[in-house]
Antibody, heavy 122, light 107 residues
Framework: QVQLVQSGAEVKKPGASVKVSCKAS????????INWVRQATGQGLEWMGW????????GYAQKFQGRVTMTRDTSISTAYMELSSLRSEDTAVYYC???????????????WGQGTMVTVSS | DIQMTQSPSSLSASVGDRVTITCRAS??????LNWYQEKPGRAPKLLIY???SLQSGVPSRFSGSGSGTDFTLTISSLQPEDFATYYC?????????FGQGTKVEIK
């Protein structure tokens, strides 16, 4: 079945970086964008950016510009999100989500990963 | 950025009730509006896309309407598994933005 499987929970110190992976299966990895969305405990959903696995093109929310990098390895159908200069406010569950690359439904997340908890604490 | 405002923030309802959640955009977004359902400890699930199209596998008791700036998610007869938090999302322009969520609780 179509699914996205993310890497496990991480605990990082302030100032460090974290890299979360998202492995796709059940569909052609390069045919859909991968987006990243985060959710702090008890808070709402916050979109971080998108990546097109076919071209490698990316687009980041201004809030994360300069701190986030989205990459992929097409040979293993895996997308990555790296967030640097971590601070306590980055403690959240990070989700990858699939969306059509073009057309009316761009930005519509029909398949989500299970989420990765990232805790930033000294 | 386009701001999305949901109301109410929470509501209490009984099984069988008709429930309506509204979402307002800070500018016109045509019909570029999605609805998601989120349950504790689980990833969000797409319910409605393009304002009124039902995602495959979603029960028909869920429906969406609206265009421009005002949108509605309706659950025609609330079921026990529908107690969750619901989010609207605009896909008119990046950054894609979400409403703050509406928590539907058991009365």
């Amino acid at each position: 079945q179509v699914q996205l499987v993310q890497s496990g929970a991480e605990v990082k110190k302030p100032g460090a970086s974290v890299k979360v992976s998202c492995k796709a299966s059940g569909y052609t990895f390069t045919s859909y964008d991968i987006n990243w969305v985060r959710q702090a405990t008890g808070q709402g959903l916050e979109w971080m950016g998108w990546m097109n696995p076919n071209s490698g093109n990316t687009g980041y929310a201004q809030k994360f510009q300069g701190r986030v990098t989205m990459t992929r390895d097409t040979s293993i159908s895996t997308a990555y999100m790296e967030l640097s200069s971590l601070r306590s406010e980055d403690t959240a569950v990070y989700y990858c989500a699939r969306a059509p690359s073009s057309g009316w439904s761009t930005g519509t997340f029909d398949i989500w990963g299970q989420g990765t908890m990232v805790t930033v604490s000294s | 950025d386009i701001q999305m405002t949901q109301s109410p923030s929470s509501l209490s309802a009984s099984v069988g009730d008709r429930v309506t959640i509204t979402c307002r955009a800070s500018q016109s977004i045509n019909r570029y509006l999605n609805w998601y359902q989120e349950k504790p400890g689980r990833a969000p699930k797409l319910l409605i896309y393009a304002a009124s199209s039902l995602q495959s596998g979603v029960p028909s008791r869920f429906s969406g309407s609206g265009s421009g700036t005002d949108f509605t998610l309706t659950i025609s007869s609330l079921q026990p598994e529908d107690f969750a938090t619901y989010y609207c999302q605009q896909t008119y322009s990046t950054p894609w933005t979400f409403g703050q969520g509406t928590k539907v609780e058991i009365k």
